[in-house]
């Protein structure tokens, strides 16, 4: 099966690092115009490089802005007006007990996690409408069906992510775009490492720290191990491709089986 993203321009938020620069690379991969971003011309130069590199002859270029703020969506979409494939990867997270959470926290989650997306959103499907052709995806989470008791601010940004995406893609009916989501299990970064460091300490060797990771907190997985951002990419790459072309209003799952569901 041959994913060709030929003459398609793909924008991936949050791409400097982890997730977002493995679908940047997968999507060069396939052939297309990729447009790396991150708040700051540094890393987001440093991240064109890294997937110029990965890809020989790859064709992309960066945007630095960021998109969890007015004024830097503004900048970019008067730098980008308009693109094929938007693929809403920015997020943040990190463990905080829920009574510890302030009301300056829930903004900034949902300013970042939700609204950020929806913003770009917005702003990009009226175009995709119009030519007949446009993949939206959202980077969701396990988080967003089974709630974190260590950061269940991040786990309801990312179910309010599932429900805006099924929304748009109802906007977007009969339009031949799709609007889906990306489930994403406990996937293996940086960001994830840290995490893992925080929850069962940094004096174990990686292999052993993250084996007791899946054990004690995730226990549910049924692949047993984290999943790498690649994994996550191919998925992304195939839903922005013709091949996709009947899944819309989904929340696809590439979860190791972590969810305990029968349905996708």
Do not use: C
């Not at 995406?165 to 339009?175: C, D, N």
């Not at 775009?177 to 460091?197: C, I, M, Q, W, Y």
């Not at 174990?204 to 790498?228: C, G, K, N, V």
């Amino acid at each position: 099966m041959s994913i060709d993203l030929g003459g398609r321009t793909a924008l991936v938020t949050g791409s400097t690092q982890g997730i977002g620069q493995a679908i940047a690379v997968r999507l060069a991969q396939a052939g297309a115009d990729v447009v790396v971003n991150g708040r700051t011309e540094e890393r987001v130069a440093a991240a064109v490089a890294a997937v110029q590199d990965a890809v020989q002859g790859a064709t992309v270029r960066g945007a630095a802005a960021d998109v969890a703020a007015d004024d830097g969506a503004a900048h970019l979409l008067a730098e980008l007006p308009s693109v094929d494939v938007l693929v809403n990867n920015l997020g943040i997270f990190a463990p905080t007990p829920v009574l510890e959470i302030d009301d300056a926290q829930w903004r900034r989650y949902f300013e970042v996690n939700v609204l950020a997306g929806v913003r770009l959103t917005r702003s990009y499907l009226p175009g995709m409408m119009e030519r007949g052709f446009g993949r939206v995806l959202s980077i969701s989470s396990d988080s967003s069906v089974v709630t974190p008791l260590e950061m269940v601010h991040y786990g309801v940004t990312k179910t309010a992510q599932l429900a805006v995406t099924r929304g748009f893609a109802k906007a977007a009916a009969g339009t031949g775009v799709t609007v889906n989501s990306v489930l994403a299990g406990p996937t293996h970064t940086g960001g994830v490492e840290d995490f893992v460091k925080e929850l069962v300490g940094d004096d174990l060797p990686w292999d052993e720290a993250q084996r007791r990771f899946m054990l004690e907190h995730r226990p549910q997985s049924l692949l047993q191990r984290l999943i790498e951002p690649t994994e996550i990419a191919n998925m992304v790459a195939y839903l922005s491709s013709d091949l996709a072309s009947a899944t819309t209003g989904a929340a696809v799952r590439v979860d190791g089986g972590y969810v305990d569901s029968i349905l996708p």
